[in-house]
T-cell receptor, first 113, second 111 residues
């Protein structure tokens, strides 16, 4: 059984650019959540996708958007990057929408200069 | 609103000593509570969770936590620290689709 994978591992972007981060969920998991973890802080919930629909969102602006595909892989897109977007971005998949247990990927480290 | 407070951003213990990481939560209803561990350059791994029932929860790697409703606490303990326990630990509360994490406690283990 393959765990949650994320790509790329590291990424450097310039302020104002756009970025796409990718996540491959654990086999059989139809729900994915994305988190932003700034340096020295706990993860902050961005949004959750269930069966290709966004079904919950945290306090993040609309320039943070996502997609979930029929194979349950997903993307996080961030437009108009700001310096404060520099963080570790984690995705977590779970077996079903109400499932408490989430399985986290290793994250993508985004640096905005 | 729910929140999680972890007391102490850094905790240092000697190898073999008791590990105690503190977590308090605020919630208007009985919560679902979690402890996660994060090793350098890795994602989060679930140590244990409390949903309902027995208030003393045992997790992986010898960790356990006790849910105390009267104190709104969910402290994490391990009787004897090992060098491999050095990591960042996060307490979290779940409500609906959203998991809210504390700021984390970094555990240092001295030889």
């Amino acid at each position: 059984e393959t765990g949650v994978t994320q790509s790329p591992t590291h990424l450097i972007k310039t302020r104002g650019q756009q970025v796409t981060l990718r996540c491959s969920s654990q086999s059989g998991h139809n729900t994915v959540s994305w988190y932003q973890q700034a340096l020295g802080q706990g993860p902050q919930f961005i949004f959750q996708y269930y069966r290709e629909e966004e079904n919950g969102r945290g306090n993040f602006p609309p320039r943070f958007s996502g997609l979930q595909f029929p194979n349950y892989s997903s993307e996080l897109n961030v437009n108009a990057l700001e310096l404060d977007d520099s963080a570790l971005y984690l995705c977590a998949s779970s077996l079903a929408q109400g499932e408490l247990e989430q399985y986290f990927g290793p994250g993508t480290r985004l640096t905005v200069t | 609103a729910q929140s999680v407070t972890q007391l102490g951003s850094h905790v240092s213990v000697s190898e073999g000593a008791l590990v105690l990481l503190r977590c308090n939560y605020s919630s208007s209803v009985p919560p679902y509570l979690f402890w996660y561990v994060q090793y350098p350059n890795q994602g989060l791994q679930l140590l244990l969770k409390y949903t309902t029932g027995a208030t003393l929860v045992k997790g992986i790697n010898g960790f356990e936590a006790e849910f105390k409703k009267s104190e709104t606490s969910f402290h994490l303990t391990k009787p004897s620290a090992h060098m491999s326990d050095a990591a960042e630990y996060f307490c979290a509360v779940r409500r609906g689709f959203k998991t809210i994490f504390g700021a984390g406690t970094r555990l240092f283990v001295k030889a």
